[in-house]
C-alpha cells in the first residue's frame, strides 16, 4: 500500500511562485509512475503533469506548460511541483497520484491519491 502525503500550498498573488512536494512511503516509488491532478472550484479534476519513473519523461497540461515543472527523487521518495507564473485559474486543490502502470495520462491509471493540498492564487 502506498500513502501519499502533500505539502506546500497556500494563498499567493498572481505571478508569484508555490513548489508543492508529494512524500511517498509503502511500496517502491521508483516503480511508480507519478503525476499532479487538480480540481479546481465547481470544475473536474484534470491532469496538470506528469513523470515517467526514472524521470525521463514529463508530460504537461496545455494550461500550465512554460511555467509548471515536475521533478521526482526516487532516493527521497519525493515528487515535486515547482509552479511559476501563477494565474487565478490555477486555483484548485492539487493532488499527488501513483499509478503502477505508464504512461500515465488520465485518472482512470491512478493506483494511488494523496488528500491534496488547496492552492489559491489572488488577481
Known amino acids: 500500500q502506498v500513502q501519499l502525503v502533500e505539502s506546500g500550498g497556500g494563498l499567493v498573488q498572481a505571478g508569484g511562485s508555490l513548489r508543492l512536494s508529494c512524500a511517498s512511503s509503502?511500496?517502491?516509488?521508483?516503480?511508480?509512475?507519478m503525476g499532479w491532478f487538480r480540481q479546481g472550484p465547481g470544475k473536474e479534476r484534470e491532469l496538470v503533469a506528469t513523470i515517467s519513473r526514472f524521470s525521463g519523461t514529463a508530460v504537461y497540461a496545455d494550461s500550465v506548460k512554460g511555467r509548471f515543472t515536475i521533478s521526482r527523487d526516487n532516493a527521497k521518495k519525493i515528487v515535486a511541483l515547482q509552479m511559476n507564473s501563477l494565474k487565478p485559474e490555477d486555483t484548485a486543490v492539487y493532488s499527488c497520484?501513483?499509478?503502477?502502470?505508464?504512461?500515465?495520462?488520465?485518472?482512470?491509471?491512478?493506483?494511488?491519491w494523496g488528500e491534496g493540498t488547496r492552492v489559491t492564487v489572488s488577481s
Open positions: 497520484a501513483a499509478a503502477a502502470k505508464g504512461p500515465l495520462t488520465n485518472i482512470n491509471e491512478v493506483n494511488y
Open positions: 509503502g511500496g517502491t516509488f521508483s516503480s511508480y509512475f
